[in-house]
């Protein structure tokens, strides 16, 4: 009888398929019927004899298959289950380390998203484009363009669907006796065609175009009348103007760069509009719709000279931003892409700190399951089985940390949108996103926090483990370099973001303190308005009759924050060929006495001599600079106005102030007298005054004689210069928030490898004590391990947060120096916090009694 | 004492027919030939696993062979138990077969 060996391929598949208790009396049986049947009916039906098993057992082999993995599955449930419940205090730590890590990479998530879907409620937002102009001459980008462009691109341009003209302003709403101010817009009828802001009530096609209609939002609705029905009641607008209520629109949304309360028909606009036809008078913001994939850089080309054909000389160039990239990329946006960037990089920061404490934790505790490996091994477990039941482990951990999470962010999201001014909210209803970018990152939490203990336990040799020669001592611990150096990247990053939330706060104070040029305590600004702005000079002696006000003077802009660029100003010695670009104020013959400026050249403005009020000029320092002349004082100066150029003589130059954040150079300025543009008074009030309020009322009812139809509103000069730097304020308190839990996760695994390390040399520090150790030498001793680590961390981390800070500090034009005293400074805190996290573990080992730690067996 | 199924009852009896040659592909052709019908290796080998869990049946291993690729054959033999079983089922069988009327029924 001759024998034959059946296919090799199909043996191999067999042999994995049958179930293993039985595998090698079957696989024999199978291939002794092979050999039979190839006997007696020939080799091939024998082949197809033994292909034809693997089909046959199939379906009992899934059976099987899943009827072990479920078993299996629920042994190391509850072997991970009666290991957590055994080593509590370990277990917290590293539940407690993921959740943290994981409800802050959720904020920050929620946040990033929000941020990104700003303005992508739209129907039409991938469609939609808003217009702006680029003015080459000086590289700058206006969102803003002249009021013909919007009707033309329609017209002239089959790409273009609908185009909307949007001017913004505010307003005093009244309505019998209630009146309250507002933010509101000139818009054409089609902004509801091209937006999507559903109406509550009222017809949406409608709505706007008759010219006395006005569309309130529904929080003005209620405002103005309750639970009335508004619809066809009148409001008046500026003591002046009647509408009828033809609509409510829904609020608009938190995430809408587009944030009105009420709308008006353009038509109003334009007929107020002295030159509406005029192509160069940029003034107002355009939306264009375009058609559906129309390629929009091709088609800003097409526009782009439309200016210039409709004759604006040296005319912009036109240009299209889409509307979803406002928020974030567009100057005047309010986002900033950057902080996106770096606030993700936080989120991921503390989450690699979370799972290096879990990996670190796991590993250190890894000889309390190491009997379990071996004989997880003995009884035939393969190393994949094993990295599976790791992995599975942690994944487990992390799952019970993002409930953690949840609960926490549930907890912290009413003080984080407190402090990132948003509205962010935890909605799971619907939004499947979230939740499986949720899962997403607990998923990646565990695979990545269990990869190095799951490699590592799964590495151990059974004949070791189970032979009384394993023991884990120190000496093994120690050698262990991979895990050194997890804790100097998790120490790293936690220095790294000290330092940053140094600089930050550093940064900030030199703002704060900065000598601005002028004195910006104890001074009010009130917008004027009414017959307050028409009687100035009346109100004004009316207000200085109390002695506890000791300046009062006006402005067209407010000093802190000056924007009106004008160009075209002519000087005596002009360079004709240099453009003039600067930065105008009108003010009155006491401000720079008012704000205690310095003027360092020629004289301040005087009453004494009655040409100033028409043609006197002071300059700046920067605008000194800025025309290149010597001797400025006498020249002859002239601004371009409405009425042609107003020709005059710098009589003085102002020591050089801040008018704008710190963050922008100081700019070339003139000042010169218009009572016709006072927009706002200053009122400088005796700094030892204690009775402030009674100051304000007694303003209140100055103000309430003459402009009784206003509501009187005032600003602090210096809360109002510390709103500018809330962006600052607010990213300083978010790093500090997260440097302090990235720090207090690390402590928190260093606590526990701390514990976990004197536990092991339990029996050492014994017999150190028995031959005279000091408890102090024992501190050091157990100490000076975790602190090196620590040292090596610091020199890692100075160089990044050098760069990275160095970097950020270049967005603004005045900055502080970084300095070495803030890296010593979080050299030393960071050592110093780990020190004392340490040290307690050390301490308590150091006084223990050896008698107990040698007592055993 | 659990009562054996028929399929067990049936391999029992065939692993004591077969006495010293009793092993997975014996008992399958004992099997089919008793029945007439084609079991499957795995129904059998199933239901011996199931026979020595509950310790009616032993394995033995024997020597390897060539024809087999060298494996070695699991031959089962039967416990006392294995045989308490068989004799209780014959014992019911012969019980519930007796003093029933005649019944004619076309095979």
């Known amino acids: 009888m001759r024998i034959i060996s059946p296919p090799k391929i199909a043996s191999w598949i067999l042999e994995r398929m049958l179930d293993p208790r039985v595998r090698y009396s079957a696989l024999g049986d199978f291939e002794e019927k092979f050999n039979a049947i190839a006997n007696q009916k020939g080799v091939f039906k024998a082949r197809i004899f033994y292909w034809m098993q693997i089909f046959i057992l199939f379906p009992s082999f899934i059976r099987n298959l899943i009827y072990w993995s479920g078993e299996m599955i629920v042994n190391y449930l509850k072997i991970a289950f009666r290991n957590m419940n055994r080593n509590k205090g370990y277990s917290f730590i590293n539940i407690a380390g993921l959740a943290i890590g994981m409800a ?63 001017s913004d302003f505010s307003g005093l709403v009244t309505r019998e006796e209630k009146k309250s101010d507002e933010i509101g817009a000139y818009v054409d009828p089609s902004f509801f065609e091209i937006f999507s802001f559903p109406f509550v009530k009222g017809d949406s096609k409608t709505a706007l175009s008759a010219p006395s209609s006005i569309v309130i939002s529904e929080e003005m609705a209620h405002k103005f009348f309750g639970t ?125 700190i979370a799972c290096i404490n879990f990996m670190n934790l796991t590993t250190a505790r890894s000889f309390t399951r190491a009997k379990e490996v071996g004989m997880r091994k003995v009884t035939g477990a393969k190393r994949a089985d094993l990295i599976k039941q790791f992995m599975g482990e942690s994944v487990l951990f992390s799952f019970i940390g993002l409930a953690l999470a949840t609960v ?156 009106k660029v004008h160009i075209g100003y002519d000087w005596e010695g002009k360079d004709p060929s240099k453009e003039s670009r600067m930065t105008e104020v009108l003010v009155d013959h006491d401000f720079i006495e008012t704000l205690n400026m310095t003027v360092i050249q020629g004289r301040d403005f005087s009453k004494d001599y009655a040409t100033d009020a028409l043609e006197a000029y002071i300059i700046n ?103 500018l730097y809330r962006s600052e304020q607010k990213t300083g308190s978010v790093f500090g928030y997260f440097t302090f839990l990235a720090i207090f996760i690390s402590c928190l695994g260093l606590f526990g490898l701390a514990a976990q ?84 573990q050390s301490i308590k080992a150091a006084v223990a009694n050896p008698v107990d730690s040698l007592r055993y067996e | 004492m659990r009562m054996i199924s028929r399929l067990e009852e049936i391999i029992l009896l065939s692993i004591w027919r077969l006495q010293d040659d009793a092993y997975g592909i014996t008992i399958q052709e004992e099997v089919i030939k008793a029945t007439g019908k084609a079991w499957l290796t795995g129904s059998i080998y199933a239901s011996l696993s199931r026979l020595l869990k509950h310790g009616l049946v032993v394995s033995i291993e024997g020597e390897p062979t060539a024809e087999r690729g060298g494996r070695r054959k ?25 003093d029933i009327p005649v019944f004619e029924v076309e095979e």
């Open chain 1, 104 to 166: 802050i990479c959720i904020l920050i998530l929620l946040w990033v998203q929000d941020e990104l879907n700003f303005d992508r409620f739209h129907e039409n937002a991938e469609n939609i484009y808003r217009l702006n102009m680029h003015d080459q001459r000086y590289g700058v980008v206006w969102p803003i363009v002249s009021i013909p462009v919007g009707p033309a691109l329609k017209q002239e341009f089959p790409e273009v669907m609908d185009s909307v003209r949007v």
């Open chain 1, 228 to 352: 009335g029905d508004p619809l066809g009641k009148n409001l008046k607008l500026n003591n002046a103007l009647d509408f009828t209520v033809t609509g409510v629109i829904k609020d608009m949304p938190q995430n809408s760069h587009l944030d009105f309360d009420f709308l008006l028909p353009f038509e109003i606009f334009e007929q107020k509009d002295r030159d509406p036809s005029n192509w160069g008078r940029f003034q107002i913001y355009t939306y264009a719709m375009l058609q559906d994939s129309t390629p929009f850089k091709d088609f800003e080309n097409k526009i782009a000279g439309l200016l210039q054909e409709h004759n604006v000389r040296e005319g912009p160039k036109l240009g299209l931003e889409p509307l979803i990239r406002i928020h974030l990329y567009a100057a005047d946006g309010g986002g900033d892409m950057r902080y996106v960037y770096i606030f993700s990089i936080i989120a991921v920061f503390i989450l690699v």
């Open chain 2, 74 to 98: 699991i031959y089962y033999k039967l416990t006392p138990e294995g045989q308490r079983a068989l004799l209780a089922v014959k014992r019911v069988n012969s019980i519930i077969w007796s």
């Open chain 1, 621 to 723: 320092e920067a605008a000194v600079k800025a025309m290149d002349i010597e001797s400025p004082v006498g020249k002859r100066f002239s601004t371009p106005t409405h009425a042609g150029m107003r020709e005059g003589t710098i009589i003085g130059v102002v020591k050089d102030f801040h008018f704008r954040p710190l963050r922008d150079e100081i700019d070339p300025l003139v000042m010169f007298i218009g009572p016709e543009q006072f927009n706002f008074l200053c009122v400088r009030v005796k700094p030892d005054t204690s009775d402030l309020p009674g100051i304000i009322r007694y303003i209140e009812n100055v103000w309430q004689k003459f402009a009784p139809n206003f509501p009187f509103m005032y600003n602090f000069f210096d809360s109002t210069f510390d709103r």
């Open chain 1, 408 to 563: 926490l962010v549930i907890l912290l999201l009413p003080a984080f949108n407190n402090l990132a001014s948003k509205q962010l909210a935890l909605n799971p209803q619907g939004n499947w996103n979230s939740i499986l970018g949720f899962a997403a990152i607990a998923l990646f939490t565990g695979l990545l926090a269990g990869s190095y203990p799951a490699l590592f336990l799964s590495s151990f040799r059974p004949t070791h483990i189970l032979t009384r020669s394993f023991f884990p001592t120190a000496g093994r611990a120690k050698k262990n370099l991979f895990r050194k150096a997890l804790v100097v990247i998790q120490f790293s990053i936690s220095v790294f973001l000290i330092i940053s939330t140094f600089v930050i706060f550093k940064q900030i104070h030199f703002i704060q303190n900065r000598n601005l040029g002028y004195d910006k305590d104890h001074i009010l600004s009130i917008p004027l308005r009414g017959a307050a702005a028409q009687q100035y000079e009346a109100f004004k002696s009316e207000l200085l009759r109390d002695s506890r006000i000791l300046h009062v003077t006006a402005t067209s802009e407010v000093p802190i924050l000056i924007y």
């Open chain 1, 757 to 840: 390390m004197s536990e092991m040399r339990t029996k050492e520090i014994g017999i150190r004590k028995v031959l005279g150790a000091s408890v102090s030498g024992i501190t050091l001793l157990l100490s000076k391990d975790f602190l090196k680590w620590v040292v090596v961390a610091n020199v890692v981390a100075w160089p990044f947060a050098f760069f990275a800070m160095n970097k950020w500090l270049q967005n603004f034009a005045y900055k502080t120096n970084i300095g070495i005293e803030i890296f010593v400074l979080s050299g030393i805190l960071a050592f110093v916090i780990a020190l004392i996290t340490v040290s307690y």
